[in-house]
C-alpha cells in the first residue's frame, strides 16, 4: 500500500481521496453483495429472529447483517486505513472478538455477563493497550486533566455504556444504521476539518458510512426474503466504533505531541461529542429513570425506548426513524452554533433538549388516548 502511495503522490494523483472514495465504495459493495448470502444461509438453517413481545416485526427475520458490516470494515479498514491500525494496535483484534461474541449472541442468545466480560476486554485492549483515553473534561463539572488510572477507568466505563446503549436503539428499521451514517459524518468531517493527521479516521469514518448505507438497503426492504436486521454483531461493533471515534475527537484538542501542526482547541469538545452520540446516551438514561420510578429494576426490559413511544402513536418505521433522527440532528446543530457556550451550560443544554425530544411522544400518546 505504501508503495501504491508513492506512485499514486509521484503521479499527483490526490491520494487521501482515491483511498476516501475506494474505500467508500468497497465497503459498500462488500455490505451489499454479503447479505443476500447471509439471509440464504439464514433461511436454510434458520438462523431468524423470532418475534417476541418487544418485538417490531411480525415475521422471522435473520439478524446477522452485522456480519456483512463487520466484514467490509475488517477488510476495508486495513487496506485504505492502515495508518490507523499502526496507531491504535489492538483496534483490529477488537474487532474480531466483538464479531464473535456478536455472532454467538445472535445465533445462540448468550448470558448477559459473558458479553459484559468481553466488552470490557475490548475496551480494556483500547484503552491501555492502544491509549485511546479522555484524558481531560475541559472544566466540565469543574474538572480538567484526569488522573491516569481514573482516566482508564472512565473511559472504560464510557466504551461499556456506549456500545449497550447503541444497542438498545436498534429496536426498528433503519434507525441503528441511519444514525451510524450520521454520526460518522459530523465526525468525519470534524476530522478532515482537523488536518491531515487526522486523515486515516476519516477514511475509517467513510467505510462505516458506505457499509451502513449498503445494510439500510436491505433493513428497510419490504420483502421477507430481503430484509435483514443488524443484530447484536452489528450494534456493538458500530457502538463500539462510534465511542472510539467520539474518544479520538476529545483526544485531538489535548494532544501535544503532534509537532508542526496548528494546533486548535475547542473548549466544548467533549460536550460536542455527547451532542452527536446524544441518542443513545439520552434514550438509555430516560428508560432506567423510567425503571427506577417505576420502582422496576433498570435492567428489565420495557417498551418504554422512545421508538416504541412512536410506534404505539402509529407511525411506521420509517416515519420513526426519519422524526427521531431530525430532531437529533436539531440537537448537534444547536451544539455546533453555540459551541462557545460555557462547557456546562451547553451540558445541560444539549441534555435537556435531548429528554424533552424523548417525553414529547409520551406526552402526546396520553393527550391521544385522552381525547
Given amino acids: 500500500m505504501e508503495k501504491l502511495e508513492i506512485f499514486l503522490t509521484t503521479m499527483h494523483f490526490p491520494v487521501f481521496w482515491i483511498k476516501l472514495l475506494l474505500g467508500f465504495l468497497c465497503s459498500f459493495a462488500i455490505t451489499f453483495f454479503s447479505i443476500p448470502a447471509i439471509i440464504k444461509i439464514s433461511m436454510r438453517k434458520n438462523l431468524m429472529d423470532e418475534p417476541g413481545s418487544r418485538s417490531s416485526h411480525l415475521r422471522k427475520i435473520s439478524n ?13 479498514a486495513p487496506i485504505f486505513a492502515n495508518k490507523l491500525f499502526n496507531e491504535y494496535k489492538f483496534l483490529f483484534a477488537s474487532l474480531i472478538i466483538l464479531l464473535y461474541i456478536g455472532v454467538m449472541d445472535d445465533i445462540m442468545i448468550m448470558r448477559a455477563y459473558k458479553k459484559l466480560i468481553a466488552q470490557v476486554l475490548v475496551s480494556l485492549l483500547m484503552v491501555i ?14 474538572i480538567n486533566e484526569l488522573n491516569y488510572w481514573f482516566s482508564v477507568v472512565f473511559t472504560v466505563v464510557t466504551f461499556v455504556i456506549l456500545i449497550n446503549a447503541f444497542n438498545l436503539i436498534d429496536g426498528i428499521d433503519g434507525l441503528a444504521g441511519m444514525y451510524s451514517v450520521v454520526c460518522s459524518i459530523f465526525f468525519g468531517v470534524s476530522y478532515f476539518r482537523l488536518g491531515p493527521y487526522n486523515y486515516p479516521l476519516v477514511i475509517l469514518s467513510a467505510i462505516i458510512v458506505g457499509s451502513a448505507i449498503a445494510f439500510l438497503y436491505y433493513n428497510l426492504s419490504n420483502y421477507r426474503n430481503k430484509k435483514i436486521f443488524m443484530g447484536d454483531t452489528g450494534s456493538m461493533v458500530l457502538g463500539f466504533l462510534l465511542a472510539f471515534t467520539g474518544i479520538c475527537f476529545i483526544n485531538i484538542f489535548i494532544d501535544r505531541k503532534i509537532v508542526n501542526i496548528p494546533h486548535y482547541h475547542l473548549e466544548s ?17 430516560h428508560v ?3 425503571r427506577i420510578f417505576t420502582g422496576k429494576s433498570p435492567f428489565d426490559a420495557d417498551t418504554n425506548h422512545i421508538h416504541h413511544k412512536l410506534l404505539r402513536l402509529g ?11 431530525a430532531y437529533y440532528l436539531l440537537i448537534v446543530a444547536f451544539a455546533y452554533f453555540f459551541r462557545h457556550l460555557n462547557n456546562n451550560l451547553l451540558l445541560f443544554l ?11 411522544p409520551e406526552i402526546k400518546y396520553k393527550l391521544k388516548k385522552t381525547n
Avoid at 129 to 142: A, E, M
Avoid at 269 to 285: E, G, K, N, R, S
Wanted: proline residues 3%; charged residues 5%.
Fill in 64 to 76: 446477522l447483517g452485522g456480519i456483512a458490516i463487520v466484514f467490509s470494515l475488517c477488510v476495508c
Fill in 129 to 142: 493497550g492502544s491509549d485511546v483515553r479522555i484524558g481531560s473534561l475541559f472544566g466540565v463539572f469543574g
Fill in 269 to 285: 469538545a467533549p460536550v460536542i461529542a455527547v451532542a452527536i452520540l446524544i441518542l443513545p446516551i439520552v434514550d438509555t438514561l
Fill in 288 to 290: 432506567i429513570l423510567i
Fill in 315 to 325: 407511525y411506521t418505521h420509517r416515519r420513526s426513524t426519519f422524526y427521531i433522527i
Fill in 350 to 360: 444539549i441534555m435537556f433538549f435531548g429528554f424533552v425530544g424523548a417525553i414529547i
